[in-house]
T-cell receptor, first 109, second 113 residues
Framework: DAKTTQPPSMDCAEGRAANLPCNHS???????VYWYRQIHSQGPQYIIH???NNETNEMASLIITEDRKSSTLILPHATLRDTAVYYC??????????FGTGTSLTVIP | EAGVAQSPRYKIIEKRQSVAFWCNPI?????LYWYQQILGQGPKLLIQ????????DSQLPKDRFSAERLKGVDSTLKIQPAKLEDSAVYLC???????????FGPGTRLTVL
């Protein structure tokens, strides 16, 4: 599976949109992009995934570039409870998840 | 719906001792995973079960780690003997057979002294 590159940390003001970038320049055509997050002292939580189209659910939006070499997770109105480590994972269905070290997002009051 | 249950939540042992962790997945979830998460790192898959069969155990240190899921429901992960570098949080997750969404338990924090 392709590896991903994420900034180690980011800050976001409460109520503003949080935009978390992820580079996956070696992604192949059958690899999906997944996002999970891990709040302190809890297990990771699924957020969203996509292949090439943009996706939206009740938690977030996922924007994948046309060449699929990068993506952005958008939390439209960040709250303090969104403070967590966010993992971007590229994976072929059936293969294991490689979590990496993720982006530590801090939402500031 | 009840989530993934794990016990104990915390365990402190001395090196060379044995330890076992228990996981009860979400009812109906055929796939069960054990992950190891060392402080400051993302979770690393140790073993994946589909019902009571092993799908992937390529990263399980088999000289000291073992896992079983005898009836295709609960699972136990054992370390014997433990080393200092085994200090970590051990996470259990489960998913439906054809789903990409894994549900994680709260984890067991192991400290090896």
């Amino acid at each position: 599976d392709a590896k991903t590159t994420q900034p180690p940390s980011m800050d976001c003001a409460e109520g503003r949109a949080a935009n978390l970038p992820c580079n996956h320049s070696t992604i192949s055509g059958n690899e999906y992009v997944y996002w999970y997050r891990q709040i302190h002292s809890q297990g990771p939580q699924y957020i969203i995934h996509g292949l090439k189209n943009n996706e939206t659910n009740e938690m977030a939006s996922l924007i994948i570039t046309e060449d699929r070499k990068s993506s952005t997770l958008i939390l439209p109105h960040a709250t303090l409870r969104d403070t967590a480590v966010y993992y971007c994972i590229v994976r072929v269905t059936g293969n294991q998840f490689y979590f990496g070290t993720g982006t530590s997002l801090t939402v500031i009051p | 719906e009840a989530g993934v249950a794990q016990s104990p939540r915390y365990k402190i042992i001395e090196k060379r001792q044995s330890v076992a962790f228990w996981c009860n997945p979400i009812s109906g979830h055929a796939t069960l995973y054990w992950y190891q998460q060392i402080l400051g790192q993302g979770p690393k898959l140790l073993i994946q079960f589909q019902n009571n069969g092993v799908v992937d155990d390529s990263q399980l240190p088999k000289d000291r780690f073992s896992a079983e899921r005898l009836k295709g429901v609960d699972s136990t992960l054992k370390i014997q003997p433990a080393k200092l570098e085994d200090s970590a949080v051990y996470l259990c997750a489960s998913s439906l057979e054809d789903s990409n969404e894994q549900f994680f338990g709260p984890g067991t924090r192991l400290t090896v002294l």
